[in-house]
């Protein structure tokens, strides 16, 4: 328990204390997140905070794992990988082909010799063990769709931190209870960095964590979710939970239903799954007119009543808890989607700010190159 406490308080004040220094570095070098139209920020933000939360996470683990841990060297492995790919992005530019075969790299790092591997479905649709093949497959699926769900919903300020904050306490309490603490070190580092980080990216955010650090948490919690799913589901288990991968199918919904949902419908569009779009769930509770700690908070809410809810319903079996919270996600998602205001809608908005504008300046007499953020 020791050891859990001091490497989550490690962890934040290595990225705490480190963040200014990157904020620094990154404006004195010019490594800034430029706006345009699809990104909801107006203006030039240093995107490296990953990096502090990196350092955080990698160090407090490092010191606080139990002796003789022999998967962490392996996770390690595979989240420097994901570290240099998050960097050279944020840095340079990488085309989605590289980002996804490096993904596949840190997934094989994990499941060839860190041992993690979905091989039972726990009853969800009736399937009990997987061939060998297949649990390899649907595990590097698993990983590379959880480890990329964290990266595309990161478009508002603290969102993608806040819902990483509620996973990783999530996980690292029940790997707390259970005796696995190895795992419990590395999700409590991982929080302590985020609250760390946090502090710098709530609205107005002062720092992006990047796809360093989005990527890294996607990892990270694809570890989590498959090792909870299997020690939470084996009927020996200490804490056993009834439908075990619907709790943590629950604990990860936000990000993971967003992804799937806008990876299924550029599919369908025939565009890559990984093309950039504004058909997020942030993006429409923006066009609500919601503000960012709106979204964060509302987001993050949602996230925790997805789990009470799939636990007091996990008696009903995986299938049966899993079409539910899909059901609740989706007729959520149609609510938000069709309450966002029409194309006339926006346009008109567009005019009458247009005309507030001008009207401004009118009345000021100033010059139309003058600049006025907002007119009431």
């Known amino acids: 328990m020791d050891n859990i406490l001091l490497s989550g308080i490690l962890a934040f004040m290595i990225t705490f204390f480190s963040i200014p220094v ?9 490594m800034f997140d430029e706006p345009d139209e699809r990104k909801v920020h107006k203006m030039v933000i240093p995107t490296l905070g990953g990096l502090g939360i990196f350092a955080g996470f990698i160090l407090a683990t490092l010191l606080g794992a139990p002796l003789h841990s022999a998967e962490l060297q392996y996770f390690v492995a595979a989240a420097v990988v994901i570290f240099f790919l998050g960097i050279k992005d944020d840095i340079l530019v990488l085309s989605p082909a590289k980002k996804f075969i490096g993904q596949l790299v840190a997934a094989g790092i994990v499941i060839k010799f860190g041992g993690v591997q979905i091989s039972h479905m726990h009853g969800f649709l009736g399937i009990g063990p997987i061939p060998h093949v297949a649990s390899i497959i649907f595990t ?26 509620v996973t990783s306490i999530c996980f ?24 760390g980080f946090l502090i710098y990216n709530f609205s107005p955010a002062k720092i992006f964590m990047g796809d360093t650090g989005s990527l890294l948490i996607g990892l ?27 709790v943590g199918f629950a604990i990860m919904i936000v990000p993971l239903f967003d992804t799937l949902r806008v990876f ?18 942030h993006h429409y509770l923006l066009e609500l007119g919601c503000n960012h700690k709106k979204i964060t908070l509302l987001c ?5 009543a997805f789990i009470a809810l799939a636990v007091s319903l996990s008696s009903l079996g995986t299938t049966l808890v899993i079409g539910i919270l899909l059901a609740v996600a989706i007729s959520l998602i149609a609510v938000v989607y069709y309450s966002r205001p029409s194309k006339k809608e926006k346009a008109a908005t567009k005019l009458v700010h247009e005309s507030k504008l001008m009207k401004a300046r009118k009345i000021l007499s100033l010059s139309p190159e003058v600049e006025i953020a907002e007119a009431e």
Do not use: C, E, W
């Open 300 to 304: 993050a809410g949602a996230n925790i």
């Open 264 to 281: 299924s419908h550029r599919i369908l569009d025939r565009r890559s799954p990984f093309s950039a779009d504004r058909t997020h769930v």
């Open 220 to 246: 990270v919690n694809s570890i989590f979710v498959i090792k909870f799913i299997n020690i939470a589901g084996a009927p020996d288990a200490v804490l056993p939970v009834a439908a075990a991968p619907a």
């Open 22 to 30: 990157i904020i620094q570095v990154a404006r004195q070098k010019k």
């Open 172 to 195: 690292g309490s029940y790997f707390l209870y259970v005796d696995q603490l190895m795992y419990a070190v590395m999700a409590f580092s991982l929080a302590g960095g985020l609250i």
């Open 140 to 165: 590097l699926f698993t990983i590379v769709v959880i480890t990329n769900s964290f990266n595309l919903i990161d478009g508002v300020d603290g969102l993608a931190g806040t819902l990483g904050l």
